[in-house]
Structures are given as structure tokens and as C-alpha cells.
């Protein structure tokens, strides 16, 4: 059984798009299904606007769907919520995407690790603090009194992410959704702190669901777990799925082709990069990637392509299988 499952998800959110008095209501999330095996490693490749985050949220509870099922555990999240909520709100944690705004800056550390460990356990006060240091060191916030009355505002933007990281992994969740974990962290500190959520994924066997605009940090995490499916999204849409080496040796689908080329890396770092026209417009009908796609058609535009492929590598695109005819 699946540790949980996304059918047909769509999260429909309004903006200023229709004039200063009018609201236009978009997908930020259209039809999203997804499944998450014990220990898996899910990989969320997209632009900036694409619904990782939103995402994301609709992984950890904290946005409910307009459309479709959040299944954890084989039980409706929101329409069997006396039956699993509970749990699933406890062993579904998110590492978010800003460090900076997400702690309690009145709260020192031992504060901060201590009410989720309180609050979800029985605890001594010896295995208390026995499971304050060990989750310090999992974190490699280390030796553990250095930082344990320290305030958020003294430790920098590393360690007050592996002060987050710490914090979802004391109620011991079997799930967790990191978003753009470094991206807001010092360049300098990145590598370090993805071997570290790396190390923990694959000593605890969590299932992790890792969001990233950045190929190149997709790439790195994923080798360090030693495998991992991606999931392409745009316009809330996914556009391609399946193992990450595997899609990016052979994407199929022009997003996923122009993000490739448009990422800098030590084999194209330079060659001449093609001009990718950019347009964040949103599309009601057909194709998402209409507006910026080289090789639309006039069915793209009307109707919306399906993903289709095997198991391993899947496209959703009038390019592939004949979809246009
Ligand atoms: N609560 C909200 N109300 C209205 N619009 C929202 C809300 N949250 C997000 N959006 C919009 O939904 C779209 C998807 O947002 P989301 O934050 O999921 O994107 P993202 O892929 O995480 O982007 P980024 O890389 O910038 O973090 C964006 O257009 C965003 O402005
Ligand atoms: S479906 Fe059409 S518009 Fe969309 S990516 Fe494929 S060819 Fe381009
Ligand atoms: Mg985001």
C-alpha cells in the first residue's frame, strides 16, 4: 500500500488577473495524482508560480483541495478525518521553504524541540533531554549545549534550517515535504546541509517529497539518495514524470527541454543558450506550455494533453503517442 496517495487533486485559488475590480479564479494546482511509497524519494521540479509550494501544502494538510482526495494510509485525510487526521497532520511534516520566518524568535532551542516532543509524548525529563541531543546531532547542530539556549536570531541561516529540519523530525514522521529547503540559505552552506537531510532520509527511511526550482540541486540530492522519481510541473499541471537521470538524458516534454538547456552546468556552461521566450500568462483551456511551446498546434490549444508513457516516463504532450491525430 501506498503511504499516501493524491488522486486528481486541483486547488483553485482567485487573483487580480481579470482587471482591479475583478477576480479571476486560476488552477494553481490542476488534476494533480501522485503516489508515495514508504521510503520513497519524490522529486518537484518548477519555475517560480508553477504550485510547488501549493503542492506541498496540500501534501501536509495545510491546504485543503477544491478538488480530488489526499489518501494517507489508505483513509480519506478530509472526509475520514476522525479516523486519520490526527496521525496524518503528526507523521506528515514540512521543512519549509524560508528559514527565517518560521521560528519563534522569543523561544530558545530547547524550547522550540521541546513542545512538539511534549505535546505528542510521554517523555522523563532525562529522555527528554536524552532526545533534545539526539536530535541536535541527527542535524549536526553540534555539540548540542552549544545551541541549546540560543535564541533563532543567533544561529545563522544553516543552522536555523537545521533548527526546522530538527523540529519535523521530533514527532517521528513518516513523511517529509522539504521545500526549496536551501534556497534561502548561503550558497556556501547548501551542500552541507543537503547531506544532511540526505543522511537522515536514508538512515530513518523517511519518504520525502524534496521541491526545487534548480536541476542542478535536484541532481545532487537524488544521487545522494541514490534514486529518486520526479515529478515536472507547470501551471499546476504535471507535465512529465519518471526517474530523474532518465528524464533528463531523455526528456520528452518542451518544458522540461527548455529548463534543461536554460541550466547551467559544466557540459553546456558555454555553449550559446537559446532564447526561451517567457510568458507566465495562464491558460484556461488545452495545453498549459501553449504560449511559450515552439510546436504548438491547434489542438493544443483546445484540449488538454493526458500523461501518457510507462510506469518509468511519462509525457503529457500532442507531441508523443499519436495523441494528435
Ligand atoms: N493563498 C493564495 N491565494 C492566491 N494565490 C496564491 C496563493 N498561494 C499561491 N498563490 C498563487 O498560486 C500560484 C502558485 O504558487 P506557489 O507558491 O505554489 O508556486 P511555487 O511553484 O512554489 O513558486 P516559487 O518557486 O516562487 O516558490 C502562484 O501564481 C501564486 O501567486
Ligand atoms: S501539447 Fe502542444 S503546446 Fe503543449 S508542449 Fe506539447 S506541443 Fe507544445
Ligand atoms: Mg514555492
Known amino acids: 500500500m501506498n503511504l499516501m496517495e493524491l ?11 481579470g482587471g482591479f475590480f475583478k477576480r479571476r479564479r486560476f488552477y494553481a494546482l490542476k ?5 508515495i511509497g514508504e521510503d520513497d524519494l519524490i522529486l518537484v521540479l518548477g519555475e517560480s508560480g508553477a504550485g510547488k509550494t501549493t503542492l506541498g501544502r496540500v501534501i501536509v494538510g495545510l ?9 494517507y494510509k ?7 478525518k476522525r479516523k486519520i487526521y490526527a496521525t496524518y497532520r503528526r507523521e506528515v511534516q514540512l521543512v519549509p521553504q524560508d528559514p527565517y520566518s518560521t521560528l519563534p524568535y522569543n523561544k530558545t532551542v530547547k524550547e522550540i524541540l521541546e513542545a512538539p516532543l511534549k505535546r505528542w509524548n510521554k517523555l522523563s525529563k532525562q529522555e527528554l533531554e536524552k ?19 540560543k535564541y533563532p536570531h543567533q544561529l545563522s541561516g544553516g543552522q536555523r534550517q537545521r533548527l526546522n529540519i530538527a523540529r519535523s523530525l521530533s514527532v517521528d514522521p513518516k513523511l517529509v515535504v522539504a521545500d526549496e529547503p ?13 547531506n544532511t537531510l540526505a543522511e537522515i532520509k536514508n538512515k530513518l527511511h523517511l519518504s520525502m517529497v524534496f521541491i526545487t526550482h534548480d536541476i542542478p540541486t535536484a541532481r545532487y540530492f537524488y544521487h545522494l539518495v541514490k534514486r529518486g522519481n520526479t515529478i515536472v510541473i507547470f501551471g499546476g499541471k504535471v507535465v512529465e514524470e519518471g526517474d530523474l537521470e532518465e528524464l533528463l538524458s531523455n526528456p520528452y516534454h518542451p518544458y522540461t527541454k527548455d529548463l534543461i538547456n536554460i541550466t547551467p552546468s559544466i557540459d553546456n556552461l ?8 517567457i510568458n507566465y500568462e495562464r491558460v484556461d483551456f488545452g495545453c498549459p506550455y501553449q504560449l511559450r511551446c515552439p510546436y504548438v498546434m491547434d489542438i493544443c490549444k483546445k484540449e488538454e ?13 500532442y507531441l508523443y503517442g499519436g495523441q494528435n491525430r
Request: contains cysteine; aromatic residues 6%.
Open 182 to 194: 536551501v534556497t534561502m540559505v548561503d550558497a556556501s552552506l547548501r551542500l552541507g546541509l543537503l
Open 305 to 317: 494533453p493526458q500523461l501518457i508513457g510507462t510506469n518509468s516516463h511519462r509525457v503529457a504532450c
Open 31 to 35: 488534476n494533480v495524482s501522485l503516489n
Open 63 to 71: 491546504q485543503k483541495p477544491t478538488n480530488g482526495s489526499v489518501i
Open 7 to 17: 488522486r486528481g487533486v486541483s486547488v483553485i485559488f482567485e487573483d487580480r488577473g
Open 74 to 80: 489508505g483513509y480519506d485525510v478530509w472526509k475520514q
Open 270 to 277: 558555454y555553449k550559446e543558450k537559446p532564447e526561451v521566450k
Open 131 to 149: 532526545r533534545l541531543v539526539e536530535l541536535l546531532d541527527m542535524v549536526r547542530l553540534s555539540p548540542p549545549e552549544d545551541f541549546l539556549d
